[in-house]
C-alpha cells in the first residue's frame, strides 16, 4: 500500500519452470478479475500443460517427426568454430562469471525495423535481427579466417500448433523451446553490406530463407532429442551452439487503470543461479519496449 493517491504494488514470486512470458498475459487479467470480482469463475482453459506434455510424447513418435532428423544432423553436423581462446568450462565459465552489455537503439531506428524493413521483405523482426547477428560473427570470423556460418541457439515461445484440436490460449507453463540454426550469409559483398546497399536486403533474404526451411519452428528437435529414444541417441549429447538468441517481443505500454505490470517490473526479476554453468559464450535477449516517445 502506497498510500492515498498512489498505486501500490502486489509482488509475485513465480518460478520459471511453472510460468513464461505468454503466461503472465493470462495470469494478470485473471487476477484483476478474481479480485474485483470475486466468487466469478475464470474462463476455462482448453488443454492444460499435462495434456500438452502427454500429447508431445506422441508427436515425438510421428514417421513425420522423425523424417527430420536428417534436417537437423545436417545443421548439428557442420561445425562452430570457438568464439574465445578455449570452450566453455562448465566447472569455471558460471553465471556469476558472466558480462553484459545493454545497448538501446532509439526509437526513430526501432520503428523502423518494426515496420518497413519486414514490410519491404515480407519478412518478421526476428529475420531482420538475426540476419544483423550472422552478419556481425561471420564479419569477425572473415578476419580470422575461419568459416562464415554462423551456428545458433534460438529460443521460441514454444505454443506450436502441431497438435490438431490443441487450445493453449489460457494454458499457464513454461512452454519455451530452443533449437540450432545456421545461418549462412553467403559470399556476400561486405563493404556493401555495411553500407547499406543492395547486399544487405540479398543477405536479409537469404536468412529468412534457411530460417523457413525449419517446421514449426524448431519444435521438432527437442522432441527428437529428448523424447524419441531412437532419434535422441543420434542427437543428444551434442554441445549446444556457442550462440543464443531470444526476441522476447513487445512489451506495450500498460493500459489505465488497476492490476497493471509495474513500470519497475523487468528490473526486478530473479536472475538465475549464480553457480549454473552458463549455456552460451554470448547469449542475446532483444525486446521492444513502448513508450509514449515510440518504441
Avoid at 1 to 25: E, F, I, N
Wanted: hydrophobic share 40%; charged share 25%; with cysteine.
Amino acid at each position: 500500500d502506497a498510500g492515498p493517491g498512489r498505486p501500490g504494488r502486489l509482488l509475485l514470486t513465480l518460478h520459471h519452470l511453472v510460468v513464461d512470458g505468454v503466461s503472465w498475459r493470462i495470469l494478470l487479467p485473471d487476477l484483476a478479475q478474481a479480485y474485483e470480482h470475486p466468487g466469478r469463475p475464470l474462463a476455462p482453459v482448453g488443454t492444460s500443460f499435462r495434456q500438452w506434455a502427454l500429447l508431445l510424447h506422441e508427436e515425438a513418435a510421428r514417421a513425420e517427426r522423425r523424417a527430420e532428423l536428417p534436417l537437423w544432423r545436417e545443421i548439428t553436423d557442420g561445425g562452430d568454430p570457438p568464439l574465445g581462446s578455449r570452450p566453455l568450462d562448465p566447472g569455471r565459465d558460471t553465471v556469476a562469471t558472466a558480462r553484459r552489455l545493454r545497448l538501446e537503439l532509439p526509437a526513430a531506428v526501432t520503428s523502423e525495423l518494426l515496420t518497413t524493413v519486414p514490410a519491404v521483405f515480407h519478412a518478421e523482426i526476428n529475420d531482420v535481427l538475426l540476419t544483423a547477428l550472422a552478419l556481425a560473427v561471420a564479419d569477425w570470423r572473415r578476419g580470422r579466417g575461419e568459416r562464415q556460418d554462423v551456428l545458433v541457439d534460438l529460443e521460441g515461445h514454444g505454443r506450436e500448433e502441431v497438435v490438431p484440436g490443441v487450445d493453449l490460449a489460457r494454458t499457464v507453463g513454461w512452454f519455451t523451446t530452443t533449437h540450432p540454426v545456421r545461418l549462412d550469409v553467403g559470399l556476400c559483398d561486405w563493404d556493401e553490406v555495411w553500407a547499406g546497399g543492395p547486399a544487405l536486403g540479398q543477405v536479409l533474404k537469404e536468412v529468412k530463407e534457411q530460417l523457413r526451411r525449419i517446421p514449426d519452428h524448431g519444435i521438432g528437435h527437442g522432441l527428437l532429442s529428448r523424447l524419441d529414444t531412437t532419434s535422441a541417441a543420434v542427437l543428444g549429447g551434442r554441445p549446444a551452439p556457442q550462440l543464443g538468441f531470444n526476441y522476447l517481443g513487445r512489451m506495450a505500454l500498460p493500459e489505465p487503470g488497476d492490476w497493471q505490470l509495474a513500470p519497475e517490473s523487468l528490473d526486478v526479476m530473479a536472475g538465475t543461479d549464480p553457480g549454473m554453468p552458463l549455456p552460451h559464450a554470448l547469449g542475446v535477449d532483444a525486446r521492444t519496449e513502448d513508450r509514449p516517445d515510440g518504441p
